[in-house]
């Protein structure tokens, strides 16, 4: 298993930005595929970005693209999420997961709180 804290949410103003980091456990790290997903007040939880074990591969949700990079350093067992140009309708928690190969994203972590203020 792999166990997962994200550090880095906070408040930021419209148009700024902000970096979000997740640590993982375990020495198996490259072995999963990564993801950051969030959830709005009264809203479904959906998929914002992946990255393969790799890092060679890359998703975005169609709101994100051209804003938001998500990156990975293996060696030190951490995902990033960098996110630009941010509007109030990023406001959510943001939480960070992992997928073993050619499974779902069973591992979570707890989230973190990203508010974008007008």
């Known amino acids: 298993q792999v166990q997962l804290v994200e550090s880095g949410g906070g408040l930021v103003r419209a148009g700024g930005s902000l970096r979000l980091s997740c640590a993982a456990s375990?020495?198996?790290?490259?072995?999963?595929?990564m993801g950051w997903f969030r959830r709005a007040p009264e809203k479904e939880r959906e998929i914002v970005a992946t990255i393969t074990w790799s890092g060679g591969s890359t998703y975005y949700r169609d709101s994100v693209k051209g804003r938001f990079t998500i990156s990975r350093d293996n060696a030190k067992n951490t995902v990033y999420l960098q996110m630009n140009s941010l509007t109030p309708e990023d406001t959510a928690v943001y939480y960070c997961?992992?997928?073993?190969?050619?499974?779902?994203?069973?591992?979570w972590g707890q989230g973190t709180q990203v508010t974008v203020s007008s």
């Open positions: 997961a992992a997928a073993l190969r050619d499974s779902s994203f069973d591992f």
């Open positions: 375990g020495r198996t790290f490259n072995t999963y595929h």
